[in-house]
């Protein structure tokens, strides 16, 4: 089994998937070139941002996937943004289309974070304080996304959701006195803070949906590697 990771984001992706995966598929090794996969790695490589991603990366992935002939899933990881999850999926799968892309063996799925990563890292309940200062109060007294579904949540004052939703998150974090940043998401490469993640949707399976997609993705693939 071996897979060929594609993710949207220059800094965060890059860690934080590779540590998950670790967790989740410990049976998978990461290598560091695309045409050294043998038996049971994943190969990870980032495509600096959107439209990149799309319009630049796929064609160049499925023309490296192809050329090897030896990955059994070609995963493309990225951030809903303004779209929806349905929107930015449409949008792959026209763009392929119109190309006349084909994978020869490889089967694509597709992870849309909605509405981006740090989204995903709102479902902790557990990075809440009980008694939150002004600033996080303000946010929570907007949306509670420890009683509510962060993926639901508006852009509150901010121009796009990514922004409101990241600073959201630094709140919390900076309430816990908790250093994190894109390129130093320590906390969140966590096992307890993944396993925090898993909890909410197995007790609320209608909550992050997109991160319960991604999740359903990796048991479909552990239970073909144990086949």
């Keep these: ?47 600096e941002g959107y439209p990149s991603i799309i319009y630049d990366s796929i064609p160049a992935s499925i023309e490296d996937i192809n050329s090897i002939g030896k990955y059994d899933y070609f995963v493309v990881c990225l951030d809903a943004d303004e779209n ?40 902790n309940r557990k990075i809440y304080t009980r008694n939150p200062p002004k600033d996080l109060l303000e946010y929570t007294r907007y949306y509670d996304v420890s009683v509510d579904d962060p993926e639901l949540m508006g852009r509150g004052d901010r121009t796009h959701h990514t922004h409101f939703h990241q600073a959201y998150l630094d709140a919390l974090f900076e309430a816990k006195n908790i250093k994190y940043s894109k390129t130093k998401p320590k906390y969140v490469l966590e096992k307890y803070y993944l396993n925090e993640l898993l909890k909410r949707i197995e007790y609320r399976p209608q909550h992050l949906r997109s991160f319960g997609k991604f999740i359903g993705l990796c048991e ?8």
């Design 220 to 227: 479909e693939i552990k239970d073909k590697i144990e086949s």
């Design 84 to 123: 929806t999850v349905g929107e930015r999926e449409k949008e792959i799968y026209d763009f392929i289309d119109s190309e006349k892309l084909e994978l020869n063996r490889a089967k694509m799925a597709i992870v849309v974070q909605n509405r981006c990563f740090e989204t995903w890292f709102l479902g």
């Design 1 to 47: 089994m071996n897979l060929y990771f594609l993710v949207e984001g220059r800094r965060t992706e890059r860690k934080v998937y590779p540590k998950w995966l670790s967790y989740l598929l410990p049976e998978l090794t990461q290598v560091n070139s695309y045409d050294t996969v043998d038996i049971n790695n994943y190969y990870l490589i980032s495509a």
